[in-house]
């Protein structure tokens, strides 16, 4: 079991930038896929970027060219950099990850992650 804490949320202004972390312990990122998913208010989950074991990202459309998404394996820990805030962005962003055998692909769909953190809160104001 791995257990993550996300940290870095904050009220910003639209077209700035904020980076987010998460830690792990219990468990290594590098034998996990992780994720960063996010929760607006009103809105469903949904899939902000996933890492795979050998390290390729994959972004959802709304954020691709503004974040990007890295970790650092010697420290078990995933980044989440924003770029060109929108209030759009607005939402409760988490981490979650699920262990996998595959090492270059991940799945998507929230529903294969299977540990998650806690979540960290950012605003976007215009």
């Known amino acids: 079991q791995v257990w993550l804490v996300e940290s870095g949320g904050a009220s910003v202004q639209a077209g700035t930038s904020l980076r987010l972390s998460c830690g792990a312990s219990?468990?290594?990122?590098?034998?996990?896929?992780m994720g960063w998913f996010r929760q607006g208010p009103g809105k469903e989950l949904e899939r902000v970027a996933t890492i795979t074991m050998d390290g390729a990202t994959s972004y959802a459309d709304s954020v691709k060219g503004r974040f990007t998404a890295s970790e650092d394996s010697a420290k078990d820990t995933l980044y989440l950099q924003m770029n060109s805030l929108k209030p759009e962005d607005t939402a409760m962003y988490y981490c979650?990850?699920?262990?996998?055998?595959?090492?270059?692909?991940?799945?998507?769909?929230?529903?294969?992650?299977?540990?998650w953190g806690q979540g960290t809160q950012v605003t976007v104001s215009s």
């Open positions: 979650a990850a699920y262990r996998s055998g595959m090492v270059s692909s991940c799945y998507n769909g929230h529903q294969y992650y299977k540990y």
């Open positions: 219990r468990g290594s990122i590098s034998t996990h896929c």
